[in-house]
């Protein structure tokens, strides 16, 4: 069974600093382009920063800069250092792998999501 779990969320003041962790099934970690979504209240979920199998990043105008997306592939394990935060990063945080299943031998793929159940940060003095 594939698992995302998050952690590392909490309350923090503006200007502070939190990091968050994705532990992630071992199966499908080095095969998965892994990002970080969020999702504040009355707000649909957006993206905040992804990162490919090689290591490559992207991330939301909002949070360039602020944040930074990294993973360990021994440890099968994303994180999210996130500095400078502001209020309106307060979201609950969610953890998604795409994993790229090979279902022939051509060597095709399917992209499958797998979420987690979120980490809420909120920042507020």
């Known amino acids: 069974q594939v698992q995302l779990v998050e952690s590392g969320g909490g309350a923090v003041q503006p200007g502070g600093s939190l990091r968050l962790s994705c532990a992630a099934s071992?199966?499908?970690?080095?095969?998965?382009?892994m990002g970080w979504y969020r999702q504040a209240p009355g707000k649909e979920r957006e993206l905040v920063a992804t990162?490919?199998?090689?290591?490559?990043?992207n991330y939301a105008d909002s949070v360039k800069g602020r944040f930074t997306i990294s993973r360990d592939n021994v440890k099968n394990t994303m994180y999210l250092q996130m500095n400078s935060l502001k209020p309106e990063d307060t979201a609950v945080y969610y953890c998604?792998?795409?994993?790229?299943?090979?279902?022939?031998?051509?060597?095709?793929?399917?992209?499958?999501?797998?979420w987690g159940e979120g980490t809420l940060v909120t920042v507020s003095s």
């Open positions: 998604n792998a795409k994993f790229h299943k090979v279902i022939n031998v051509e060597g095709a793929t399917r992209t499958m999501d797998y």
């Open positions: 071992r199966s499908i970690f080095s095969n998965s382009a």
């Open positions: 990162i490919t199998t090689s290591g490559g990043t």
